[in-house]
């Protein structure tokens, strides 16, 4: 890509940024809620372009003053020390321009968005409850190191330990951007603790990530849900054992069911539960945008599909393999204490790849 095109597609972007900081302005937008978030979204998306933009343009700029200096001036010194200064911009102008590629692509509303993390046990019995177990560990320990919040609303626990299902919520900055890498089918490669003649065997557990929906994003009738509540099951105490405090939503012209039983509260769990059905609503639309992506991609790096191998963990050789990629690490242990940063980045990398040679950018 050119100077001139960068720099012409960063104009237009300007001029989107100037409007929409003028609309955030309008007391008719301030006073619909939903068209001003929107817009204010918009505004801190664009504002790191505006940033990059103002750099980039002086950078052209300088270059622009040091070529025509070569051209016009007899002086050999200051001829001399306007070469020097336009190698130097043009070794700051490749990374910034690879930066913009980068951030000119078109974003993923849904990245910003907090998500609904499910794992189930697959094939592999007991063992695979148990590795459901090891899933949720393992993202339990990432979303610490990220600093995100992380909230479990439902659980069904393996009768050897584990879950054979677990739904939780995590919140923080870009959680969706992240964690959507993680959709799909995850095996393991292990000597049960069931195996008593030392035999490895291969079970599997399916995580979908779901980015959550807020409440403007569906119109959502009471007149369709039905409401029951129940005693909650699992730890918690003798008051969450008692008392009708779990929550069980219908949604009946979809027939999707959603429980929540973690909080004591009867509301607590009613707001959780509202959310997670909301957002399983909403994913019923989201993935067709999902499909429609991956059907124009090769390598469909995160497109959500839940029945396909993402992943392996084997224990014998310390080993995790990325299929999708075609990564391997030999640092088990770490990844399952929630060391996904380098997995992630790749994946993310590869994508990013992907997107820019898909829109010509």
Same mark, same amino acid.
């Given at each position: 890509?050119?100077?001139?095109?960068? !720099?012409?597609?960063?104009?237009? #972007?300007?001029?989107?940024?100037?409007?929409?900081? %003028?609309?955030?302005?309008?007391?008719?937008?301030?006073? *619909?809620? %939903?068209?001003?978030?929107?817009?204010?979204?918009? /505004?801190?998306?664009?504002e790191?372009?505006?940033? #990059?933009?103002?750099?980039?343009?002086?950078?052209?700029?300088?270059?622009?003053?040091?070529?025509? !200096?070569?051209?016009?001036?007899?002086?050999?010194?200051?001829?001399?020390?306007? +070469?020097?200064?336009?190698?130097?911009?043009?070794?700051?102008?490749?990374?910034?321009?690879?930066?913009?590629?980068?951030?000119? !692509?078109?974003?993923?509303?849904?990245?910003?968005?907090?998500?609904?993390?499910?794992?189930?046990?697959?094939?592999?019995?007991?063992?695979?409850?148990?590795?459901?177990? $090891?899933?949720? +560990?393992?993202?339990s320990?990432?979303?610490?190191?990220?600093?995100?919040?992380?909230?479990?609303?439902?659980?069904?626990?393996?009768?050897a330990? &584990?879950?054979?299902?677990?739904?939780?919520?995590?919140? &923080?900055?870009?959680? /969706?951007?992240?964690?959507?890498?993680?959709?799909?089918?995850?095996?393991?490669?292990?000597?049960? %603790?069931?195996?008593?003649?030392?035999?490895?065997?291969?079970?599997?557990?399916?995580?979908?990530?779901?980015?959550?929906?807020?409440?403007?994003?569906?119109?959502?009738?009471?007149?369709?849900?039905?409401? $029951?509540?129940?005693?909650?099951? &699992?730890? &918690?105490? %003798?008051?969450?054992?008692t008392? =009708?405090?779990?929550?069980?939503?219908?949604?009946?012209?979809?027939?999707?069911?959603?429980?929540?039983? $973690?909080?004591?509260?009867?509301?607590k769990?009613? $707001?959780?539960?509202?959310?997670?059905?909301?957002?399983?609503?909403?994913?019923?639309? /989201?993935?067709?945008?999902?499909?429609?992506?991956a059907?124009?991609?090769?390598?469909?790096?995160?497109?959500?599909?839940?029945?396909?191998?993402? +992943?392996?963990?084997?224990?014998?050789?310390?080993?995790?393999?990325?299929?999708?990629?075609?990564?391997?690490? =030999?640092?088990l242990?770490?990844?399952?204490?929630? *060391?996904?940063d380098? #997995?992630l980045?790749?994946?993310?990398?590869?994508?990013?790849?992907?997107?820019?040679?898909?829109?010509?950018?």
């Amino acid at each position: 890509m050119s100077d001139n095109s960068i !720099l012409e597609k960063l104009e237009g #972007i300007r001029l989107r940024f100037e409007e929409v900081e %003028q609309q955030l302005t309008d007391p008719a937008v301030a006073s *619909d809620m %939903q068209r001003y978030i929107k817009l204010n979204k918009e /505004y801190r998306d664009l504002e790191p372009l505006m940033e #990059i933009y103002r750099e980039y343009k002086n950078i052209v700029s300088n270059i622009d003053s040091a070529r025509m !200096l070569l051209t016009t001036e007899k002086d050999e010194e200051l001829r001399e020390m306007a +070469r020097a200064e336009l190698d130097e911009l043009r070794e700051k102008t490749e990374p910034l321009e690879e930066k913009i590629r980068l951030l000119l !692509l078109p974003s993923d509303p849904e990245d910003d968005k907090n998500a609904i993390v499910e794992i189930r046990a697959g094939t592999g019995g007991d063992e695979a409850s148990i590795f459901a177990g $090891d899933l949720f +560990r393992m993202y339990s320990k990432f979303c610490e190191n990220r600093k995100w919040k992380m909230e479990v609303t439902h659980f069904n626990e393996g009768t050897a330990g &584990g879950y054979k299902e677990i739904v939780f919520n995590v919140s &923080g900055q870009g959680v /969706y951007g992240i964690m959507k890498y993680e959709s799909g089918v995850h095996r393991v490669q292990r000597v049960p %603790q069931t195996e008593t003649q030392g035999r490895v065997h291969t079970s599997a557990a399916t995580v979908a990530v779901l980015p959550e929906a807020e409440e403007f994003d569906i119109d959502l009738r009471t007149d369709d849900i039905r409401r $029951d509540t129940y005693c909650s099951s &699992g730890p &918690g105490g %003798q008051s969450v054992n008692t008392t =009708y405090s779990a929550i069980r939503l219908t949604h009946i012209p979809s027939g999707i069911v959603v429980t929540c039983q $973690d909080q004591k509260s009867q509301l607590k769990n009613l $707001d959780k539960a509202m959310t997670e059905l909301r957002t399983r609503l909403y994913n019923l639309e /989201y993935q067709k945008y999902i499909d429609e992506i991956a059907s124009k991609r090769k390598t469909m790096v995160s497109t959500g599909d839940r029945s396909a191998k993402i +992943r392996t963990y084997n224990y014998q050789q310390g080993r995790v393999t990325d299929h999708r990629i075609n990564l391997t690490l =030999y640092n088990l242990t770490a990844i399952l204490d929630g *060391d996904l940063d380098e #997995i992630l980045d790749k994946l993310q990398m590869a994508e990013n790849a992907e997107r820019l040679k898909a829109n010509n950018i």
